[in-house]
């Protein structure tokens, strides 16, 4: 806080304490204003406009300090002036110093509390931005909620003055009506309990239900102009139609049947999508045969000589296949009709927001969830089209190893796969336009990545942008770095610079679904599209392209289409784990260095390097670190990052201490197994202990074990 806004605080302070403590108090006490209202009420009779004036300006200053007596102010206003002039008084006094309240706020503490609660002083902007001032009014309208604290409070958002005023005479005007008229029997109250009998409580009860039915009014409205030329059927086939059997789609078909709602998933291709078929599935696979084969390579510093490796790719490509049909059964379409999901392999139409064609046959339903998730995004690159290039959905179909392989992205998909490859024979070029491998993660975390990729014979080239491939008997991709030109002969190219939803071939057009900038489809949090009863999950809305987000997702998807008329749940996204399948991995969950940054999250940073961990050490695996972010002074995790062997593992602990609000101060009172890697996480937090030990106590401990010894203290 700068030494001018420091000093205006000292000075509202000041102000507020003065006329609180130098007779104010006195002023604002029931008995005080009980004597006060026959000399009040004469200098109305005397004075009308100068006693109102009068009293405005004191609500004001009252209201814009924030300081107790405003409810016996309006309790006053009622039996001074009235219940119609007491109402126009209390209500314009209490909204312009609220105002001021708020702008007072905002200008000395918005600065600093962001920089703490940046966080969480988004998700109520965004809140606000969404609803717009529906979202004060609510508060408003709920008695329970002090109105100097949403003063205050407001003033930290984003909220424009204007919309503050408006709404906080909106909102406060159904109470202000209530206290004004209950105002008017003041002289007779013995004290303020006396102020709520029963017709008080039955008015803010009715008050309470206000922003329940303003809601489902508003809701109603939206849903009314949104469905406008859309014939709704009087009854359904169906409770819900899935269309995409990916994870997303299997989860939410899954939770749906388990209800005993009657649900159908609708797959034109391969049940388990791109996970299971061309993905995660797929790659690991591919990963764990890299691994023994750079660990045949590797095994002479353990004292182990294997000659030679040899690489059988047929045999390679006959494992991944093996891996896929291993763990098909348990995303197949007899499992889930077993579980009660009616599942149909067809192409699906959605024709109303209420009906899909499937195969030619038209269903009913009352909710829709669109989960057909995404494809490899293709970059515009001259000569491209010119060559069979690869994606992570062809690469699989690979005949032979590439000896020279070329790698779009360094992504995850980029990383993983460039490091697989060169440790099974192929030299491997990897380009990537930004200055660091993964792009969302810190760049001490890519940096251990690189080195290990470049470790295994990876060409990394950052910085390096795709210009143009160039086809012939020797294709050639040619980059730019600078100024400069260089061209990069392959017999494979692989593209793995990102992915794209799949939006086109089942209604999205026909329904008019917004789509965002990057051609995802819009949802808002609840998951829903325009229309309310038509959900998205996975690849096709995002943010997250991960297997587990869109699982996350299907949950709310389903139980919102099923129950949202009881129970809406917006998606939640702060403890989402992710990871690098590496080796050494990264994985994160929460805030990277890098976002608390851009955020402006004031955040503490504790690291733990793994050459320091003994069970690192005795397996030679010491490349890495455990990264914590912190509250400042506190123990409350904000993010975590794990680079390393095992990180993906590691990163869970994290995870569930994220979710269940467990601290690092726990967690280093935990007993870990010895020798694992999860001592890591243990002694990640021992670090932050040993940061904020306790000087003062430490140095009476010492002069206690002196005295023990037989020494002056």
Not at 250 to 273: C, D, H, Q
Request: with cysteine; net charge positive; charged share 20%.
């Amino acid at each position: 806080m700068s030494r001018t806004k420091a000093l205006l605080l000292l000075v509202v302070l000041a102000a507020a304490l003065a006329l609180y403590f130098g007779g104010g108090a006195e002023y604002l006490a029931l008995a005080k204003l009980q004597s006060l209202l026959g000399q009040a009420r004469a200098q109305v009779d005397a004075h009308p406009l100068g006693a109102a004036l009068a009293f405005a300006g004191l609500y004001v200053v009252v209201t814009a300090l924030s300081l107790p007596g405003a409810l016996l102010l309006t309790l006053f206003a009622g039996a001074v002036f009235g219940l119609w002039r007491g109402v126009l008084i209390a209500s314009f006094s209490a909204s312009i110093g609220a105002t001021l309240a708020m702008l007072v706020s905002r200008y000395l503490l918005r600065d600093s509390m962001r920089k703490r609660f940046g966080q969480r002083l988004k998700r109520i902007d965004a809140g606000i931005e969404r609803e717009g001032g529906f979202y004060l009014f609510a508060l408003r309208l709920v008695p329970v909620f002090p109105f100097f604290v949403i003063n205050l409070a407001m003033g930290l958002t984003a909220i424009r003055a204007w919309t503050f005023y408006w709404v906080s005479q909106l909102g406060m005007l159904a109470g202000t009506v209530v206290y004004v008229n209950a105002g008017r029997e003041l002289g007779q109250l013995q004290s303020l309990s006396g102020i709520l009998n029963w017709r008080l409580l039955l008015a803010f009860a009715a008050l309470g239900l206000l922003p329940l039915i303003a809601r489902k009014l508003l809701d109603g409205l939206r849903a009314r102009r949104v469905y406008k030329g859309w014939n709704k059927p009087t009854k359904f086939d169906r409770n819900l139609i899935v269309i995409g059997a990916g994870a997303a789609g299997l989860v939410t078909s899954y939770i749906a049947a388990t209800v005993r709602a009657k649900v159908t998933l609708v797959e034109k291709a391969e049940m388990g999508g791109d996970c299971l078929n061309r993905g995660c599935v797929p790659s690991k696979a591919l990963i764990r045969v890299a691994r023994a084969a750079s660990e045949a390579r590797e095994g002479a510093r353990f004292g182990i000589t294997t000659g030679k490796v040899e690489i059988d790719f047929g045999k390679v490509m006959a494992h991944v296949r093996d891996a896929i049909n291993d763990i098909a059964p348990h995303d197949s379409p007899e499992r889930y009709c077993k579980l009660g999901v009616d599942v149909v392999k067809a192409e699906a139409m959605i024709v109303s927001p209420w009906e899909v064609e499937i195969d030619g046959k038209s269903l009913t339903t009352r909710n829709i969830v669109i989960a057909t998730g995404g494809r490899p995004l293709i970059p515009k690159i001259p000569g491209l089209d010119e060559v069979d290039y690869l994606t992570s959905d062809t690469i699989w179909n690979l005949q032979a190893l590439p000896k020279r392989l070329v790698i779009l992205g360094g992504g995850p998909i980029g990383c993983e796969l460039a490091q697989a490859f060169a440790r099974l024979g192929s030299k491997v070029s990897l380009i990537e336009m930004g200055d660091q491998l993964l792009g969302r993660e810190d760049r001490d975390v890519a940096a251990v990545v690189q080195a290990a990729l470049e470790h295994d014979g990876v060409d990394v080239r950052l910085a390096h942008k795709a210009v143009e491939v160039k086809a012939g008997t020797l294709p050639t991709l040619v980059v730019e770095h600078g100024k400069d030109k260089a061209g990069i002969p392959f017999d494979a190219l692989l593209v793995a610079i990102g992915r794209s939803a799949n939006v086109a071939g089942f209604g999205v057009d026909k329904l008019d679904l917004g789509l965002r900038k990057n051609q995802t489809i819009e949802t808002d949090e609840f998951l829903r599209t325009r229309f309310p009863n038509i959900y998205c999950v996975g690849d096709v809305t995002g943010p997250y392209q991960l297997t587990h987000a869109g699982a996350h997702q299907a949950w709310y998807a389903a139980v919102n289409a099923l129950f949202g008329g009881v129970k809406s749940f917006r998606a939640d996204y702060r403890v989402l784990p992710a990871c690098t399948f590496t080796e050494p991995e990264a994985a994160r969950v929460g805030l990277s260095e890098a976002e608390a940054k851009a955020q402006d999250i004031e955040v503490e940073v504790v690291k733990y390097e793994l050459s320091e961990l003994d069970r690192a050490i005795a397996e030679g695996a010491t490349a890495g670190f455990v990264k914590v972010l912190v509250a400042p002074g506190k123990d409350r995790i904000l993010g975590a990052s794990v680079v390393g062997e095992r990180a993906g593992e590691l990163i869970a602990v994290f995870a569930l201490a994220m979710k269940q609000g467990i601290g690092l101060d726990k967690i280093l009172g935990t007993v870990f197994a010895y020798p694992t890697f999860a001592e890591a996480i243990k002694s990640v937090a021992g670090e932050r202990r040993k940061r904020h030990q306790p000087g003062k106590i430490l140095r009476l401990a010492e002069r206690y074990h002196r005295w023990k010894r037989g020494g002056s203290a």
